[in-house]
């Protein structure tokens, strides 16, 4: 995702519906896996297994890297998008935009905005899913409790 030239990394869970955004230094592969390692990490330290990955084909040189930990890719096809993520990223679109707009500023540096995504991903991860494996325990609980 790319929000006023600046690029993040999306995931989100399909089971407990955890949302991450990470800043990309750039977008090199090697980027990319780092972050994508520090998400694997981060499920990994609190007990979840990542097996798969749905992945856009654009990162399909990451397999090899993604298979040494036991992850599956899976890569979609040309002009496809994973849909989970794609709602993700329109719905974090949308919060960033709406926070955004409540400022009274015309310009914001670059990392006001990134603060902006990372708190809209915050409270997108506060409330529990209607499609989550809980009712009551909200994602965030569920990773870093």
Excluded at 33 to 50: E, H, I, P
Excluded at 114 to 129: C, D, G, K, R, T
Aim: with cysteine; glycine share 6%.
């Amino acid at each position: 995702m790319k929000i006023n030239k600046i690029p993040f990394l999306v995931t989100i869970s399909r089971a407990i519906k955890f949302g991450t955004v990470k800043l990309l230094a750039n977008q090199k592969m090697v980027t990319v896996l780092k972050a994508l390692l520090n998400v694997y990490q981060l499920c990994q330290g609190r007990g979840f297994k990542v097996t798969v990955v749905l992945i856009d084909g654009e990162f399909e040189s990451l397999q090899g890297d993604l298979a040494e930990k036991g992850i599956y890719m899976n890569t979609t096809s040309r002009e496809e998008h994973v849909p989970d993520a794609e709602r993700r990223i329109r719905t974090l679109k949308e919060q960033t935009r709406c926070t955004w707009h409540t400022l009274p500023f015309k310009k914001m540096p670059a990392r006001l905005v990134v603060e902006i995504v990372y708190y809209s991903n915050f409270w997108l991860n506060i409330f529990p899913a209607k499609e989550g494996i809980s009712g009551d325990m909200n994602p965030r609980e569920l990773i870093t409790a």
